[in-house]
């Protein structure tokens, strides 16, 4: 399989506190998504990197791609309580294909 | 605003019975997909299409089957229903290759 994984499995801090979740994934590819899901909904898109990218930046997201350890690592600063739900990193090997890891559990404590 | 709808969001049926999960998008995008998600196995990729009359197969395709007729809709088949297949389904599109995908909210399927 091409599937990603994450790491850790689940996560809890304290509201204000920073998180990092990982991804590592098998194959080479051409970009690597995140996405956040909150219970009972899809997935939401929040943030892509090219695979020439190396650190990319968005709001208080920092995602970072380290090619040649096929792994990526996604920040969130200052955490929130509505920023707990899940988050999954989605790889491409093929053209529109997306796979798509097991996903990190965060849990933002008020 | 453009969006993406599945139908139902829940459905219970019987093993051995035909079932069909709706979805349709009117962000005009080319791509959509079909993923089902279970715990421990994350998201994995069902069926995919790249426009109107083309449809693959994704890494767990056994059992499904999926038509693309226009540009809107990719509903998916379940041909005969089996306990295994009981897992939430999601519905994507994308506009064009490795462009971020938008996710329906689910259809979650129970087959007894």
């Known amino acids: 399989s091409q599937q990603g994984e994450e790491d850790p499995q689940a996560l809890s801090i304290q509201e204000g506190e920073n998180a990092t979740m990982n991804c590592s994934y098998k194959?080479?590819?051409?970009?690597l998504q995140w996405y956040r899901q909150n219970s009972g909904r899809g997935l939401v898109h929040l943030i892509l990197i090219r695979s020439n990218e190396r650190e990319k930046h968005s709001g208080r997201l920092r995602v970072t791609l380290d090619t040649s350890k096929k792994s990526s690592s996604l920040l969130i600063t200052a955490s929130r309580a509505a920023d707990t739900a899940s988050y999954f990193c989605?790889?491409?090997?093929?053209?529109?294909?997306?796979?798509f890891g097991t996903g990190t559990s965060l849990t933002v404590i008020p | 605003d453009a969006e993406i709808t599945q139908s139902p969001r829940h459905k219970i049926t019987e093993t051995g019975r035909q079932v069909t999960l709706a979805c349709h998008q009117t962000?005009?995008?080319?791509?959509m997909f079909w993923y089902r998600q279970d715990l421990g196995h994350g998201l994995r990729l069902i069926h995919y299409s790249y426009g109107v009359q083309d449809t693959n197969k994704g890494e767990v395709s056994d059992g499904y089957s999926v038509s693309r007729s226009n540009t809107e809709d990719l509903p998916l088949t379940l041909e005969s229903a089996a306990s295994s297949q009981t897992s939430v389904y999601f519905c994507?599109?994308?506009?064009?290759?490795?462009?971020?995908?938008?996710f329906g909210n689910g259809t979650r399927l129970t087959v007894t």
């Open positions: 962000w005009n995008h080319n791509n």
């Open positions: 194959t080479s590819i051409n970009n």
């Open positions: 994507a599109s994308s506009v064009k290759d490795n462009s971020p995908l938008h």
């Open positions: 989605a790889t491409d090997a093929l053209a529109a294909q997306f796979y």
